[in-house]
């Protein structure tokens, strides 16, 4: 980008003025250079970067698409434009100011706050002669950094939520471990009681770093889908054989109304891995003698449900529901063992598979979790 920056700023200079001699401007007219300048003008109508141009009276000269969307996309041209009429912002108007005093300007960040807010990286660099009289004009160029600023938001969550999910069990097992040190040891009752604690922590936070680096390789592209077509209620079965002791110890019941026949496409391993963390979710969040059942519906993308007859969900969180860490009722989550991952990673497996999970919830009457996935490509139509 600094290499077009650069040969935008000569191509500007070589344009001829209104004072130029017939000889410059045969020369500005010569096929090569002709060539050069309908190259330039494609490239800088198809650039994402908006590209500002404007003399030293802060007119502005030349603009791209992008720049016209960005400024005024209601008006036909930029041209002859004012800087002021086009933008209020002190950082736009300083950075294109000390452009036309000779200064070159970079990394000047710009926000806007339309129905949308973006974020961009600017740079303006003089054009024209800096003999200690200005530049003649300035070429500015917007570098939209929204999606990198975003990421960098998510990131610092994401760290800052890690840091905080494994310091709460650390912090419970270096207390138990303080306390057995100085004497708890002698009481056979207290020290199987704390030890027992400080195991459930421990085990809380293998399961959050296993979860951490699942997530990470899944949505680092790291991970690959074996799909094939698979008996599905087999697959159930297995899950709930799993999940018999725990459904028990809560008075949950578990029900495989899936039909046998049913065969459903998709990464064997990875379904059995989205259907875990449903079923453990649903067994969590169930009232006490309550039902969490997995169901199949066929349709233009096979859809797998399950549903349990808990509280529900209010509304206002259905839509971040599987967002990383994001817990309806924390305290409950986490007393239950849940790292906060459990959904998300759910979403992108299912996303991987070609397919997408929902969820619906009506309160005092339960939860539905429905996987959406992809038929057999080679099913018959």
Do not use: W
């Not at 207390?175 to 421990?202: C, H, Y």
């Not at 979710?281 to 309550?290: C, L, M, V």
């Amino acid at each position: 980008m600094a290499k077009l920056i650069t040969t935008i700023v000569e191509f500007l200079k070589r344009k001829p003025s209104s004072s130029s001699s017939e000889a410059q401007l045969e020369q500005t007219n010569a096929p090569e250079n002709l060539a050069v300048s309908s190259l330039l003008e494609a490239t800088l109508a198809g650039m994402r970067e908006g590209l500002l141009v404007v003399n030293k009276d802060m007119r502005v000269v030349a603009s791209n698409a992008a720049a016209h969307k960005l400024f005024n996309p209601s008006v036909a041209d930029l041209k002859s434009q004012r800087l002021t009429e086009l933008t209020r912002n002190p950082a736009i108007y300083s950075a294109f100011l000390d452009g036309l005093k000779g200064v070159e300007r970079s990394g000047v960040k710009v926000e806007t706050h339309g129905p949308e807010r973006q974020v961009f990286d600017l740079r303006v660099v003089p054009i024209g002669n800096t003999n200690g009289h200005g530049a003649e004009g300035a070429l500015g160029v917007f570098f939209d950094i929204t999606r990198t600023e975003r990421l960098e938001i998510v990131r610092q969550e994401f760290l800052s939520n890690v840091s905080h999910e494994l310091r709460t069990p650390l912090t419970a097992i270096i207390a138990f471990v303080e306390t057995l040190e100085t004497g708890a040891m002698e009481d056979p009752e207290s020290s199987q009681r704390f030890l027992s604690i400080i195991r459930k922590n421990a085990s809380r936070m293998h399961s959050l770093i296993d979860d951490i680096l699942e997530l990470t390789a899944i949505e680092g592209g790291n991970v690959r889908l074996t799909a094939a077509p698979l008996q599905l209620h087999t697959l159930v079965q297995d899950v709930c054989a799993s999940f018999a002791a725990k459904a028990a110890a809560q008075d949950v019941t578990l029900k495989n109304n899936v039909p046998a026949d049913v065969m459903v496409y998709a990464d064997e391993r990875r379904l059995e891995q989205m259907l875990t963390n449903l079923i453990d979710n649903g067994i969590k969040f169930s009232r006490e003698r309550g039902t969490v059942a997995i169901s199949y519906e066929p349709g233009t993308r096979d859809k797998i449900l399950v549903q349990d007859n808990g509280d529900g969900i209010p509304a206002q969180h259905l839509e971040r529901l599987f967002e990383r860490f994001y817990r309806v009722d924390r305290a409950r989550s986490r007393d239950m063992g849940g790292t906060g991952l459990g959904l998300a990673i759910v979403k992108h497996l299912a996303l991987l598979h070609g397919g997408e999970v929902t969820v619906t919830s009506e309160l005092g009457k339960g939860t539905t979790f429905t996987l959406h996935l992809p038929p057999d490509p080679r099913r018959s139509v």
